[in-house]
């Protein structure tokens, strides 16, 4: 389950997760332990361009995640909540920086897009130091994001 919400997001989460555009897709990217700011920071920023031209660095040997399908959206009225899950991630022979965290965001369009135009929308605290081993990121059973 996500570790935060960034603002710009709060209460569209569901909607990009819909995937509304025609290129459009979930990216997942891995950002590096050193120079990782705190939730209260990150959380302000509005474009990826943004974050990563603070002090949190991009994990890139890693490399990032696309997510274009599988993501679904359950309402739970018995608890009042929308539950958002998608499938768990696979990186091969997982090498580079530590990491830890994952952040979940928006590109509106997959083809002509840039940093400026991905819109961060969670936080996954995820803590590994890359041995060169296939690494799975487990998505919650509940999903990575929960609106209440």
Do not use: H
């Not at 009042?80 to 022979?93: E, G, I, Q």
């Amino acid at each position: 389950m996500a570790d935060f919400c960034f603002n710009i997001v709060k209460g569209k989460v569901r909607y990009y997760t819909e995937l509304p555009a025609a290129n459009d897709a979930l990216i997942v990217v891995p950002i590096e332990t050193t120079g990782i700011e705190t939730d209260s920071t990150l959380k302000d920023y509005d474009d990826l361009l943004t974050l990563l031209a603070g002090t949190s660095n991009e994990q890139t040997t890693m490399g990032r995640k696309t997510v274009t399908a599988s993501i679904v959206a359950t309402v739970d009225d018995t608890n009042d909540r929308v539950d958002v899950d998608m499938p768990d991630l696979v990186w091969t022979a997982a090498a580079g920086n530590a990491i830890s965290a994952l952040l979940v965001c928006y590109d509106p369009d997959t083809t002509t897009g840039t940093d400026s135009t991905v819109v961060p929308l969670v936080k996954l605290d995820c803590v590994l130091t890359p041995d060169g081993t296939d690494f799975t990121a487990v998505i919650a059973a509940a999903g990575f994001y929960r609106a209440a």
